[in-house]
């Protein structure tokens, strides 16, 4: 009989055939000219030749855990336990992984795949590092509920306030920034995103600003310093809050600015505001609360008012995603994204006339990547706040985040509406060249 070191290396050997058969049939050398993929023993696909970006495959394990349907969300899972690293830009894997989630196997190629990955050890997870204790799937309640909203706010948000220093700018801003060149810092971006959308909502001084998902209080103190208005902003993160409202005392704004705890569904202005905006928080409401929550916002706005929503959509002229979804589960739980169709005609049918929409699919791309170049160079910082599956889920979710906007899988846009008066009469100027004179 064989002994367990003979076993063992014939375990290695036959789980790299394994995947080198998976590979060549699934995805091919054609997909790979930018990654390479290192086996634990150091053989190397597609070949030995040098390529700026390379999967480390730690143990035969990895390939079982990989290669499990379903692969997209197999492949997060295993990169949090460990079992595989990327040296280089995960942009790069981005590709090859999809290509593997989505491949078009015939049913004797997937027997043959499956006989193959049974006979295989199964994953191992390192012994530093561990699975999450919770996932989005845990949430309770009716789907996009208040209830509900805020367990997935605070899944998403209340990692740690020092978490998000880190890898935002210094006014903490979550969201797409809007780039004049590729070569502009990320604090200037955001800069120049805070004042393009004060501009696209022609703030005047003393008119009343209501921040949708106002995250920690960026805009709205921006709004308040540089356009002279009263500004509110609502959000269900309660170290958002604190934090934002650190910042707003510090900054002296307290009488013409705040943030309050508050679910959007749960306003009540006696005075209706001026213009609202919503910033990255769209993407939380749920296709089928659209219509509250357009009806909401036209509740909350004086008439000629001005709303800005600033969402994901996510590409109509592709297939939508079925099933599980790595991001659902360890990153937005209950986040949805529908095509700008969709957006569009629920804010029409609320009565809002749909007056702007701009894609800032590139911008978004450009922030992200500065955004995991930022977490990637804290990263021992990181581990001070989040334990390392942590650091992990928010690498991965960004960096395929960049490659979904960079290969227009996902878009952005800023849709500005307006609610007519009952003449179907607003003050809007006849042209956008006041936004950028």
Not at 161 to 170: A, G, P
Not at 309 to 328: L, Q, S
Not at 370 to 399: C, G, N, Q
Request: with cysteine; hydrophobic share 40%; charged share 25%.
């Amino acid at each position: 009989m064989p002994n367990s070191a003979t076993t063992q290396t014939h375990s290695s050997d036959e789980a790299v055939q394994t995947a080198l058969w998976i590979l060549n049939e699934v995805a091919g050398a054609g997909l790979v000219h930018k990654v390479n993929i290192q086996f634990w023993d150091g053989t190397l696909w597609p070949d030995a030749a040098p390529r700026p970006t390379t999967i480390h495959l730690k143990h035969p394990g990895a390939i079982r855990g990989i290669f499990k349907p379903p692969i997209a969300v197999s492949m997060g899972e295993a990169y949090l336990r460990d079992d595989f690293d990327v040296e280089g830009n995960w942009e790069d894997v981005g590709e090859l992984f999809e290509a593997l989630d989505v491949a078009s196997l015939s049913w004797s190629q997937k027997l043959q795949a499956g006989s193959k990955l049974l006979r295989l050890p199964g994953g191992k997870a390192s012994e530093s590092v561990k699975m999450p204790m919770q996932s989005g799937t845990q949430l309770r309640g009716k789907r996009h509920s208040i209830e509900r909203a805020k367990q997935a706010v605070a899944f998403h948000y209340n990692a740690s306030n020092d978490f998000f220093k880190l890898w935002l700018d210094t006014r903490m801003v979550y969201s797409c920034a809007y780039f004049r060149t590729t070569q502009d810092d990320l604090d200037t971006a955001q800069t120049s995103k805070l004042d393009y959308i004060c501009r696209k909502l022609r703030l005047q001084p003393g008119q009343r600003l209501l921040d949708i998902g106002c995250g920690w209080g960026g805009l709205v103190m921006y709004a308040a310093q540089h356009y002279d208005v009263d500004a509110t902003g609502i959000t269900l993160s309660q170290p958002q809050v604190d934090e934002a409202n650190e910042r707003i005392t510090k900054a002296g704004l307290t009488e013409r600015c705040r943030v309050l705890l508050r679910d959007y569904r749960e306003m009540n202005a006696p005075e209706p505001y001026d213009a609202l905006v919503s910033v990255g928080m769209f993407e939380h409401v749920g296709a089928a609360l659209l219509p509250t929550y357009f009806q909401q916002a036209w509740k909350l706005l004086r008439p000629q008012g001005v709303f800005l929503n600033h969402g994901i959509a996510f590409n109509a002229t592709r297939e939508a995603p079925h099933g599980p979804n790595f991001v659902e589960m360890y990153v937005f739980p209950d986040g949805e994204t529908v095509p700008i169709h969709v957006t569009l005609r629920a804010a029409e049918e609320s009565n809002f006339e749909v007056r702007d929409v701009e894609s800032l699919r590139e911008h978004y791309a450009l922030t992200l990547r500065h955004w995991v170049r930022r977490l990637e160079a804290k990263h021992e910082d990181a581990l001070k706040f989040v334990d390392e599956p942590t650091y992990r889920i928010w690498r991965l979710y960004m960096s395929g985040s960049a490659y979904g906007f960079a290969t227009c899988r996902i878009n952005l846009y800023q849709t500005l509406l307006v609610k007519n008066d009952e003449r179907g009469h607003n003050s809007l100027p006849l042209t956008r060249e006041d936004w950028y004179s």
